[in-house]
C-alpha cells in the first residue's frame, strides 16, 4: 500500500508524496471523518524526515529521523493538535496554565497552542536544508482568538515551513485560512472496501459495527483501541468515547428513536443521553447522514450511511414532501454553526429533534 495507512488511502497517499519535493507552505487535507485521514497525514509528516525513503515514499524506519518522528522528538516537526486528537495517538499536549483538574478535555484548538509555535517558526531548520512541519488537526475545530494568531503564521511562515491541515468538515474552515492552502479531498471508502478492512483487523459483527459507525470504519476501531488503552483515566476514557466516537449503545437507541418518525417522544432514552451526556456535536452528525439518506431514499436511492434501515426509511418518506426533507436538512447545516458556541445542548437537541418530528409528519417548522 505503500504510504497509505489504510487500504482506499492508496490514491491520496500517492498526491501527497508527488509533493515532497516541492511542499507548498500550506497543504489543506479533508474528508468526512473516521476514514484515517489524520493518520494518513501523521505518517506522511514523519516520513518527510527519513533519511533513507523508499522509493515509494515509506520511510525505512531505522534512521535517526524516523525514531526521533516516530518518538515525537523530532525538532523540527510539530503538532498543532486539540487534546481530544492527541490522547488516543499518544501527541504530546500541554494545557493552558489555567487549566483546572476537574475541567472536561478540550475539543478545540485553544489560542496558546499557536502562539507556541513563536520560538518554534523563528528558529532555522535543524537539518541543513531541510524543512519544518506544522500538523494541524482538527483545522475546522480552532477557537476564533487561536484562529486569528494561527493565521498570522499561516499567512507569512518563514522559509521552508509547511503547514499540514487536516479538517473533517471543509465547509467549517475559515475561508482565510482555506484560501492560503493547496487542498486535497480525502475520499469516503466504500461500503465493501470498509467493511473487508474491518474483518481483517478482527472486528466483530462487522456490518453490524460499521452501521452503527455510520459507514465510518475509523470510528469503530478508535472506539476499540481507547476502550482497550489502560493507559487513559477512566474519566477521561468516557469522555473520548463520546466525543471521537459516540457510545454504540447511544448511538443505536438515537438511530432507533428516529425510526420512530413522528411517533418520537422526547422522554425516549435517546434524548435522555442527549441531555445528559452527548454533546451537539456527536448528534447533528448523525442526524445529517440521517436526513442525507432520507433524501437519497426519496428519490428512490439505497441509503448510503444506514443501508440497514432501508424498510423504515421507506416506510417514513413515503408520506413526507421532498421540499419538507430539504428544509430539515438545510436547518441542520444552520445548527452547526452554532455547535461550538456556548448554547445550551439540550435545546438544540431538543430543537433538532422537534424539527424532525414535525418534518415525519409533514408539517412545517418554524
Known amino acids: 500500500m505503500g504510504l497509505a495507512v489504510y487500504p482506499w488511502q492508496e490514491e491520496l497517499a500517492r498526491e501527497l508524496v508527488s509533493f515532497k519535493d516541492n511542499l507548498p507552505n500550506g497543504l489543506l487535507v479533508y474528508g468526512p471523518r473516521g476514514i484515517g485521514t489524520i493518520d494518513l497525514v501523521i505518517a506522511y509528516a514523519k516520513s518527510l524526515f527519513c533519511e533513507h525513503p523508499h522509493k515509494d515514499g515509506t520511510p525505512c524506519g531505522e534512521c535517526k529521523g524516523c525514531k526521533m518522528a516516530n518518538a515525537f522528538t523530532h525538532p523540527d516537526l510539530r503538532y498543532v493538535v486539540s487534546e481530544t486528537e492527541s490522547i488516543p495517538r499518544g501527541i504530546p499536549f500541554e494545557p493552558p496554565s489555567n487549566a483546572t483538574k ?122 476499540r483501541s481507547i476502550r482497550n488503552n489502560t493507559d487513559i483515566d477512566a474519566k477521561v476514557r468516557d469522555q473520548l468515547l463520546t466525543l471521537t466516537t459516540m457510545a454504540p449503545a447511544i448511538r443505536m437507541a438515537l438511530l432507533k428513536t428516529l425510526a420512530q418518525g413522528a411517533f418520537i417522544e422526547l422522554t425516549n432514552i435517546a434524548v435522555k443521553e442527549g441531555r445528559s451526556a452527548l454533546p451537539v456535536s456527536a448528534v447533528l452528525p448523525v442526524l445529517e447522514r440521517w436526513s442525507y439518506d432520507l433524501l437519497a431514499v426519496k428519490q428512490g436511492l439505497e441509503p448510503h450511511y444506514f443501508p440497514a434501515y432501508s424498510p423504515q426509511m421507506k416506510r417514513l418518506v413515503s408520506s413526507v414532501d421532498a421540499e419538507k426533507l430539504f428544509k430539515y436538512s438545510d436547518s441542520l447545516k444552520a445548527m452547526r454553526r452554532v455547535v461550538t458556541h456556548p448554547l445550551n445542548a439540550q435545546l438544540i437537541v431538543e430543537q433538532a429533534i422537534l424539527r424532525y418530528r414535525k418534518t415525519m409528519a409533514n408539517q412545517d417548522f418554524d
Open 102 to 223: 476537574d475541567r472536561k478535555i478540550y475539543r478545540e484548538i485553544l489560542i496558546h497552542q499557536p502562539r507556541e509555535l513563536t520560538d518554534f517558526l523563528n528558529l532555522a531548520p535543524h537539518v541543513d536544508k531541510g524543512r519544518r512541519i506544522i500538523v494541524v488537526y482538527p483545522a475546522d475545530a480552532i477557537r476564533a482568538d487561536a484562529a486569528a494568531t494561527f493565521l498570522k503564521s499561516l499567512e507569512e511562515p518563514p522559509e521552508r515551513t509547511t503547514f499540514l491541515l487536516v479538517a473533517d468538515d471543509i465547509d467549517r474552515v475559515l475561508p482565510t485560512i482555506r484560501s492560503r492552502c493547496r487542498l486535497l479531498r480525502a475520499k469516503a471508502p466504500t461500503h465493501e472496501e470498509s467493511l473487508n478492512w474491518l474483518k481483517s483487523v478482527g472486528v466483530d459483527d462487522a456490518e453490524e459495527a460499521l452501521a452503527r459507525a455510520a459507514e465510518r470504519p475509523c470510528l469503530v476501531t478508535d472506539e
